[in-house]
């Protein structure tokens, strides 16, 4: 199958599935390589572990013999009493234990890593029997004669610690030379393995070179070599060959572009054809639109005349607009003076109504004293009845001061009597203030109703006076506007003479189209 065939875009993407392919296969085979080298890497770890260990457990082994073949000195050079001997003997017995226990697991761990554990045994197998040989010296030991008793027991077990003490240290040595042995080959496994992937990583980038630029040399030539067609065909249409034949095949974009280039000469036909003709009706039309001039110019001057007539008409209403506007600027001030007055009418009803509630205060505290004073008149009353009562029993001796308590008790009646009267007027008076008052009070709040209502005309007048402003403003600008028309009727007029001498330069240019349409050669 032509790759014209196919779309420009699916032959980019083929070509970076490929370049992308082999980028994964690339990157999955270094990937593998990692993960290969990352399994040993951690092989060799673990491994170095257990061989450490192994080495610790070995070492630490050799460390105790050697403190228990010291304990054993101490227990035959200082043992002179039982205490000293009982501590140096379990001493001795404890590094034994824990040369037994350490050569012990290092026989499990070296089963659990596959190797032979023999050696181990037979190292563990030797020390523990040294040491019952020297415990079974150690029988022959007598405290009441310690350094005698001790060179006996050491000539018994002289010597027999050597052959145990030498497996020990080869057993230490095999154990460190073995790790460093299996070290070093999982190391080489590594790099081998390394090396390896690393090779097929180069044997891979080299293929997928040489197939991608292989693939991208013929993509670029199967959307070059079509570019290059279209690039003459727009050679030829520049110098005015609109005659050549082309080809299109194929589904892709450029095939569309050079079908699209097939077209446009067709197009490019088309025009130059109609142009021909349209060169010759323009000459025609010219003369046409120089008559049309003439009579546009005498009807532009008619409208011209019109327009000044009702330029004047719009001065005359714009005088009377400003004229109300000024007026409803006086009316605006008129209602401001309303306004100030209103409200000084306001302020003095305001003080009326609190001269009231000053004098209806003062005429309740004048019944509060009447009231006083009817109660002294009671208790005066009270007092000269006591009196005339106690006159009376005094017999002649008190008939005197009964006629004193007899006038005392009439003046104090007549005093009642008048209280209660002035009383009863201070009411009326306070039931007269309190009606006042609330008229007062009505007084004011139509007053200040009559203030919101002059302010309220106050805004209306400002309005008015504002809308009176923006119409004469308005109307000025109608003027300016018709002044402008005005203008631009004159510019027409004068737009209208140019346009007959277009209209002559027009059929010559006309005529030089027609003789430019001719370089096409269709």
């Known amino acids: 199958m032509s790759l014209n065939q196919v779309s420009i875009g699916t032959r980019i993407a083929a070509l970076a599935a490929l370049l992308l392919l082999i980028t994964l296969l690339v990157g999955g085979l270094g990937w593998m390589a990692m993960r290969n080298s990352a399994h040993h890497i951690e092989q060799a770890h673990a491994m170095s572990q257990e061989h450490a260990h192994a080495i610790d457990l070995a070492r630490s082994a050799q460390v105790s013999f050697k403190i228990q073949v010291q304990e054993w000195k101490n227990l035959l050079l200082r043992s002179h009493q039982s205490e000293a001997h009982d501590k140096y003997r379990k001493a001795f017995e404890k590094e034994g ?18 190797l032979d554990t023999a050696p181990v045994k037979a190292s563990r197998e030797s020390l523990a029997a040294l040491q019952q040989s020297y415990l079974a010296a150690l029988k022959g030991f007598d405290l009441a004669d310690p350094s005698g008793s001790a060179q006996a027991v050491d000539k018994a077990v002289k010597g027999r ?48 070179l040489a197939v991608g630029s292989a693939a991208s040399w013929l993509i670029l030539r199967s959307i070059t070599r079509p570019l290059g067609e279209v690039l003459q065909a727009a050679a030829d249409v520049a110098a005015g060959r609109l005659d050549r034949q082309l080809n299109a095949q194929g589904r892709d974009e450029l095939s569309h572009l050079v079908a699209t280039v097939i077209r446009m000469n067709e197009s490019l036909r088309g ?27 005498l009807r532009t001057e008619q409208q011209a005349s019109r327009l000044q007539e009702t330029a004047a008409s719009v ?35 305001g003080q009326v109504v609190e001269t009231m509630g000053a004098i209806h205060a003062s005429s309740r505290k004048i019944a509060d004293i009447i009231g006083v004073i009817d109660g002294i008149a009671f208790q005066t009353n009270i007092l000269a009845l006591n009196a005339a009562v106690e006159a009376a029993r005094a017999g002649e001796q008190g008939r005197g001061f009964a006629v004193v308590a007899s006038e005392v008790r009439a003046l104090a009646q007549r005093s009642a009597t008048a209280a209660r009267e002035i009383k009863d007027l201070i009411q009326g008076s306070v039931s007269s203030v309190e009606r006042g008052n609330g008229l007062v009070a009505e007084a004011g709040q139509t007053i200040l109703d009559a203030v919101e209502a002059v302010r309220r005309v106050q805004q209306v007048v400002a ?60």
């Open 161 to 208: 610690d050597r052959e145990p003490t030498a497996q020990l240290d080869k057993l230490v040595a095999a154990v460190f030379e073995l790790s460093q042995q299996r070290q070093a080959s999982a190391q080489a496994a590594a790099q081998a393995a390394t090396a390896q992937v690393l090779s097929g990583i180069g044997v891979l980038l080299v293929i997928g």
């Open 463 to 522: 309005e008015i006076s504002t809308s009176a402003r923006e119409q004469a403003s308005g109307i000025g600008q109608i003027s300016e506007a018709v002044s402008a028309i005005d203008e631009t009727m004159q510019q027409n007029a004068a737009m209208v003479e140019e346009a007959a001498a277009a209209a002559a330069s027009l059929r010559q240019q006309s005529e030089s189209l027609r003789g430019a349409v001719a370089f096409f050669q269709v």
């Open 315 to 349: 001065e005359q209403l714009s005088a009377g607009v400003q004229q109300s506007a000024s007026h409803a600027a006086q009316a605006g001030q008129l209602a401001d003076q309303a306004t100030v007055v209103a409200e000084r009418g306001g302020a003095v009803v």
């Open 97 to 114: 234990a824990e040369v037994a226990a350490r050569l012990t697991e290092l026989e499990t761990l070296y089963g659990q890593m596959g």
């Open 271 to 297: 025009v130059v054809t109609q142009v021909r003709t349209s060169a010759e009706t323009v000459a025609h039309a010219s003369h046409e639109i120089a008559v049309g001039n003439q009579d546009l110019s």
